[in-house]
Structures are given as structure tokens and as C-alpha cells.
């Protein structure tokens, strides 16, 4: 059974990974889904091959680092439709070229994450959230990262900018769940997106699954059924969540990859 119908949904950076898994998914269950992208003819053949399997969706103009876009796409899915039931808050970046530790890190890109990671979700969210108030209320999904919640030894700024979304998804799940907003977020781990296979060396994705106890790394889909869940009226007694999706990466001793090396060496 679609569970989404006559739901309005927007989701930024849709075009590909788990932005274009999560359209998809909420489309496959009735919702007609703006996709807030740069590129709008490659979009429209994606909403237009889509189209034949019965599904709705349709390209807005949206560029992450073009502030003035936002309201433009807010204001375009609006008039259109007179509602947004659902927004999803795709769009993040990184930058591990220059995002590095405290010291030898560019200060410049660290507070360019902060910018455009946390700024997306405050500007976006801002837009949006009056018009769910009119319409008696919203689900609001932000996408971030298991970064936000696990230190590492690199990548300081897109680490504290994805604990920012997180600390953001609460204040919104507080500040509008009396008008029945709510907001969660969920936090992927490694996911086989074809940026991340294409940027990364096969001695880090190997290293990067011996702390996953499932063993694998996580699909686009396995995001979007997240997104899905809490979109839907399946979590409509849940806010304020923030859900791990990374197969039990950092759960439990830190000593598990090591147990499971010693493991691998002895069967071997």
C-alpha cells in the first residue's frame, strides 16, 4: 500500500546516490517529489524515464551555494502546490583535500562546511517550516552523518558541521512539534554512492568494514528506507531521532576489528 499519497515532498541534491534513492522511494509510495538540483534537463530525462513506471517527479532549480536559489525553489514547489509535507535535506559536502585536523587544516574550509552544511539545513528548513504551520504540520529528514557523532583524526570541519545538523534536527523537533512538525535525521556510514567508490583507495574501504559488524557498506536504498520511515506515518510518534545507519560502525568495543583480523588470520 502507498503510504504517501497526496504528500508534497522536496528533496535537495536529488540527482544521484541517496538523494535520487530517496526521491525515488517516496515517489514509489504515491508522493509527488520536487527535486531540488543544479542541473534541471538532466533531471527532467531522470523524472521523465521514471514517469513511465507511474511515478512523479519533477526538477526545481536549486544551487547549494547560491543562497538566493533557496527561496526561489521554496517559493517555486508553493505555488505549485500550495504545501510541502515533507522536505528532505539532502545536500552536504566535503572537502578532504584542505578539511583536515585542527592545526594543519585550512580554517577557510572549515567555516565554508559550517556555511553550507549546517546553513543549507537552517536557510531551507526556515523557508519551509512556516508553510507546514499553515498546513497543520510536516515531517522534516535531515541526511547527515556518521561523522557527526564519531571524531576522527581528519576531516574536523565536516565533522563538527554534521554534529550541527544533528543539534539542528532537535531544536526543530522542539521548537515546532506543538504544530506537528516533526524533524528527524539519519546519519549514513559508508554507503556505496559512486563518489565515494570512485575517491576511495580499496586499503581504506577494507580498514573503514573491519568496524562494521555487518560487514558491508550501506546502499543509497538502505538511506532511503530511513528516509522513507520517517516521512511516513509509520514515525509519526517519533522527532527528534537521530538514527544511525552505518551496519554497527563504532558499536561496542573498540577493539572489534581487531578481534575480527585475528579471527580472519586463524580460519585462514
Known sequence: MKTLVNKIALVTSATRGIGLASALSLAENGAKVYMGVRRLEVTQEICDKYAKEGLTMIPVFFDAYNIDSYKEMVDTVIKNEGKIDILVNNFGTGR?????????????????????????????????????????GGSIVNISSIGGTVPDISRIGYGVSKSAVNNITQQIAMQYGRHNIR???????????????????????????????????????DIANAVLFFASESSSYITGSILEVSGGYHLGTPQYADFVGRKTVEEN
Open 96 to 136: 578532504p583535500e584542505t578539511d583536515l585536523d585542527l592545526v594543519n587544516g585550512s580554517e577557510e574550509t572549515f567555516f565554508e562546511l559550517l556555511e553550507y552544511n549546517v546553513g543549507s539545513v537552517y536557510r531551507i528548513s526556515k523557508l519551509v517550516v512556516p508553510h507546514m504551520i499553515e498546513n497543520g
Open 183 to 221: 524533524c528527524n535525521a539519519v546519519l549514513p556510514g559508508l554507503t556505496a554512492t559512486d563518489a565515494a567508490l570512485d575517491n576511495m583507495p580499496e586499503s581504506f574501504r577494507k580498514s573503514f568494514l573491519s568496524h562494521v559488524p555487518l560487514n558491508r557498506m550501506g546502499t543509497p536504498e
